[in-house]
């Protein structure tokens, strides 16, 4: 790959450019470089558990000087959605408080209670999952046939010890007592590379196209998927969940495959 023609890099954010509270030491001179060089980036993540407002926080605290405009996530694309599919509907959100919040500012109407007159489930990855939150959607998706949504199909995240279980674990639990599987909106589906394209060309770059942006991640079956799919080029970092082994036997394709972004920093230097 020709790097110095990629003009929107779009990071994943655990496991690429961080493993838990550990940010990885070569991450602050490769974004300064890529602004030096007039070209742009992006964070972009599934997690849906933290609003925009709390990674910039993150980032911040790990050297990172970051601001709302540089993200997008899974709760962006899963709002466009909603308004798109289910806008007026009451929606039950299996979500953290963050993701509650966000939804609420964008005008959708939020319950967290089970209601006879709920007309569809939202699924976030929750980090402050209850047994009643999963008994309240076990009940709306065994007695009702309403559409059931999820930000993301992640099994796990990545932290600094190991990992945790994510959106897509807590959709095949669902699934073992429901039956049921939700539509996914985040990575591997296009939206979310195509929605930075698409701001990044009207607000900052009007070079920027999905032919020279790079996504770049450390999960096969989301970041690199969701680069192939939505037609960018893509980089696979073996510095989270990834092993060579699994990139070698993956039906996903990345463009070019690095250890981590180190070795993207001295690709674009």
Do not use: W
């Not at 993200?71 to 959100?93: C, E, M, P, Q, R």
């Amino acid at each position: 790959m020709d790097f110095k023609s990629i003009r929107l890099f779009l990071f994943d954010m655990d496991g690429t450019i961080y493993l838990g509270n550990n940010l990885f030491p070569y991450v602050p001179e490769l974004l300064r470089i890529i602004r030096e060089q007039g070209k742009n980036y992006l964070f972009m993540t599934n997690n849906s558990s933290k609003n925009i407002d709390g990674y910039v926080n993150k980032l911040k605290s790990l050297g990172i000087d970051a601001t709302r405009d540089d993200f997008v996530n899974s709760t962006n694309v899963t709002i466009d959605y909603i308004h798109a599919n289910l806008a007026g509907k009451k929606l039950y959100v299996l979500g953290t408080n963050a993701l509650k919040d966000a939804f609420r500012e964008a005008n959708i109407n939020v319950c967290e209670d089970y209601a006879e007159d709920i007309e569809g489930v939202v699924m976030g990855f929750d980090t402050e999952l209850t047994f009643k939150k999963l008994d309240d959607v076990s009940k709306l998706l065994t007695e009702k046939d309403i559409p059931y949504i999820a930000t993301n199909p992640d099994y796990v995240c990545p932290t600094e010890y190991g990992y945790v279980p994510d959106c897509g674990s807590v959709a095949d639990m669902l699934f073992n007592a429901t039956g049921k599987r939700p539509v996914f909106i985040g990575k591997p589906e296009p939206a979310m590379p195509l929605y930075a394209v698409e701001k990044i060309s009207k607000e900052r770059d009007p070079l920027v196209t999905k032919e020279n942006t790079l996504v770049i991640g450390d999960r096969l079956y989301t970041d690199i998927a969701c680069g192939i799919n939505a037609g960018t080029k893509s980089l696979l970092v073996l510095s989270g969940e990834t092993t060579q082994k699994m990139a070698d036997e993956s039906e996903f394709k990345p463009t070019e495959i690095f250890k981590d972004c180190s070795v993207l920093l001295e690709k674009i230097k």
